[in-house]
């Protein structure tokens, strides 16, 4: 069964800092691995689907790397904000189609 | 286009009491999954539908049916609710099962009383 980890589960950083978010998953016979951002009370946002054969997809100052080798996906924040304040998760599938599997997720806060 | 769509945006129920939650999308996706939002359990599934006529359980299924109306609408049904189901209830769709992008809905905020 694929279990997924995010690391660290909060961070808080001054604005402009480029940041790092990390999850981890177990099972690396996976074809995709999709980022996505929480904000309070809302739904969830699709930042980022990254496909088994890619190793790296970019949106704006969004960077997120796949290593499947190593069982591990980085979210890359570039130039931090203080609305890319927010919960973010990465969810990948198991063994079985598209049901996905997400992890506890980072909250993160950037200070002005 | 709304993309997903979900009603109502809050419920209160008693223990006991049935209701269904609604769920649309418009981009003419053929997958769509049902997920509840616990503090420190996370998201986890519920139920999906593969394709029009088809449904599955995921991970959390007891307490629960679904019914796929049609392409666009896929409603989770609590038959006799109980506070363990008091979370969040996320719908999603895909383009399809293959491992395609996943797009969420505002989603509904339930409390069991």
């Known amino acids: 069964k694929q279990e997924v980890t995010q690391i660290p589960a909060a961070l808080s950083v001054p604005e402009g800092e480029n940041l790092v978010l990390n999850c981890s998953f177990t099972d690396s016979a996976i074809y995709n691995l999709q980022w996505f951002r929480q904000d309070p009370g809302k739904g969830l946002t699709s930042l980022l689907l990254?496909?088994?054969?890619?190793r790296e997809q970019t949106s704006g100052r969004l960077n997120a790397s796949l290593d499947k080798s190593s069982g591990r996906s980085t979210l890359y924040i570039a130039a931090s904000q203080p609305g890319d304040s927010a919960t973010y998760l990465c969810a990948a599938p198991g063994d079985a189609g598209n049901m996905l599997t997400f992890g506890g997720g980072t909250r993160l806060m950037v200070k002005p | 286009n709304a993309g997903v769509t979900q009603t109502p945006k809050f419920q209160v129920l008693k223990t006991g009491q049935s209701m269904t939650l609604q769920c649309a999308q418009d981009?003419?996706?053929?997958?769509m999954y049902w997920y509840r939002q616990d503090p420190g359990m996370g998201l986890r599934l519920i139920y999906y539908s593969a394709s029009e006529g088809t449904t599955d359980k995921g991970e959390v299924p007891n307490g629960y049916n679904v019914s796929r109306l049609n392409k666009r609408e896929f409603s989770l049904r609590l038959e006799s609710a109980a506070p363990s189901q008091t979370s969040v209830y996320f719908c999603?769709?895909?383009?399809?099962?293959?491992?395609?992008?996943?797009?969420f809905g505002p989603g509904t905020r339930l409390t069991v009383l």
């Open positions: 990254i496909q088994s054969s890619q």
């Open positions: 999603a769709s895909s383009e399809g099962w293959a491992y395609n992008e996943q797009f």
């Open positions: 981009m003419n996706h053929n997958s």
